[in-house]
């Protein structure tokens, strides 16, 4: 199809529509990159497909990708040998999973009304071993979780040990009869690491 065609047509404002309607960066992209250069079987199929999206709408059923995200800069470290990811980038690999495994589901038990959209995202990539991985790793608010690890939970019961023990000897030394006047408050706190007590 000639650019005087697709002018006519209006085919860059009909790109940048369905590009409004995407929720990432690429997704952006790859809409503004369509052309109009199928073949009649490729037309086809691409009808085949929008009609089993409307069927799926007119059921009133829908998949929230809203919170979808583009893995494409939170990747690129990983193209350099030893890079490895933070826990903020982890969790987004976890959740970009998460979608994935969403949307086979969501079309899976839709197999009937749309077959060709439920053959699409039965060959997304759910990984359901390494979400697990991540969710025993990482806690909804980024923090490292004890199940991460058998030593890091050994480590932190030890820690939890010994605070809870210097709490316990700095009690005893604040109810001594020798050091009792020198005490303004029974009050433990920390400061840089170190436990304080007003004296």
Partial sequence: MDDTTLTLLEYDTALEQLAGETHSE????????????LSPDEILESWKLISEGREV????DSLDLSQHLDLTEVLEPLKVEGAMLGVDELRAVGYEARCSRAAQTFFAALWEEAPGLGSLAAGLTSLPD???DIERTIGPDGEILDSASSELARLRLEQAATR???????????????FRHLVQDELITTRSDRFVVPV
Wanted: charged share 10%; proline share 3%; aromatic share 0%.
């Fill in 26 to 37: 690429a997704g952006r992209l790859a809409a503004l990159a369509l052309s109009p250069d």
């Fill in 57 to 60: 709408l007119n059921l009133g």
């Fill in 130 to 132: 390494l979400i697990a």
């Fill in 164 to 178: 809870q023990g210097i709490t316990s000897r700095l009690t005893n030394l604040m109810h001594d009869n020798s």
